[in-house]
């Protein structure tokens, strides 16, 4: 399976975009880029999904590289409630489309 | 409200019990998933299933059973067998066909096992 590759940490300021980037150098052609994010104590959340074009949807916006090797989880203005783990996962038809969780990165948002 | 709920949120039982946890959904989804968590890890698969009267294998699915006998519930079984069964277990269901449909989770179950 593609792995991905994201730092530990990030720390963003309240109001204040937030760019959390993803590496997934080995991604086939049939691989979705999905991002979830966990609160504390609390099941995943769906943030953003995309195959090869960028997406923009309420929550966030993802950027994909034009040769999908990496890609970047965009946070238009970061608020005390975007504080989370964020997945950044690659979604194929293994295991049922079960999420590959690695260990993310834990976003700080400071007042 | 259409959601997945899981049940109790916190369980605790003495070691050499089997305990069962309920997942429920109200969603339609046919596919439902079954994680489990340990404290600073990302979520590993355990079972899944795509349809009623079918589940497989996840990652780590040694001591553990389940079944899906309804479209709506898929409990999981700990069995005796699972050596290390306290955890933060979370249950999915997943909208949609492919690789395009997002997941939505339960609030989860904290099982420790003493």
């Known amino acids: 399976d593609a792995k991905t590759t994201q730092p530990n940490s990030m720390e963003s300021n309240e109001e204040e975009p937030v760019h959390l980037p993803c590496n997934h150098s080995?991604?086939?052609?049939?691989?979705?880029i999905h991002w979830y994010r966990q609160l504390p104590s609390q099941g995943p959340e769906y943030v953003i999904h995309?195959?090869?074009s960028n997406v923009n949807n309420r929550m966030a916006s993802l950027a994909i590289a034009e040769d999908r090797k990496s890609s970047t989880l965009i946070l238009h203005r970061a608020t005390l409630r975007d504080a989370a783990v964020y997945y950044c996962?690659?979604?194929?038809?293994?295991?049922?489309?079960?999420?590959?969780f690695g260990k993310g990165t834990s976003l700080l948002v400071t007042p | 409200d259409g959601g997945i709920t899981q049940s109790p949120k916190y369980l605790f039982r003495k070691e050499g019990q089997n305990v069962t946890l309920s997942c429920e959904q109200n969603?339609?989804?046919?596919?439902m998933y079954w994680y489990r968590q340990d404290p600073g890890q990302g979520l590993r698969l355990i079972y899944y299933?795509?349809?009623?009267?079918?589940?497989q294998k996840g990652d780590i699915a040694e001591g553990y059973s389940v079944s899906r006998e309804k479209k709506e519930s898929f409990p999981l079984t700990v069995t005796s067998a699972q050596k290390n069964p306290t955890a933060f277990y979370l249950c999915?269901?997943?909208?949609?066909?492919?690789?395009?449909?997002?997941?939505?989770f339960g609030p989860g179950t904290r099982l420790t096992v003493t």
């Open positions: 999915a269901s997943k909208k949609g066909q492919g690789a395009t449909g997002e997941q939505y």
């Open positions: 080995t991604i086939s052609g049939t691989d979705y």
């Open positions: 995309g195959l090869t």
């Open positions: 996962i690659l979604l194929n038809s293994n295991s049922g489309y079960a999420l590959n």
């Open positions: 969603l339609n989804h046919d596919a």
């Open positions: 299933s795509q349809i009623v009267n079918d589940f």
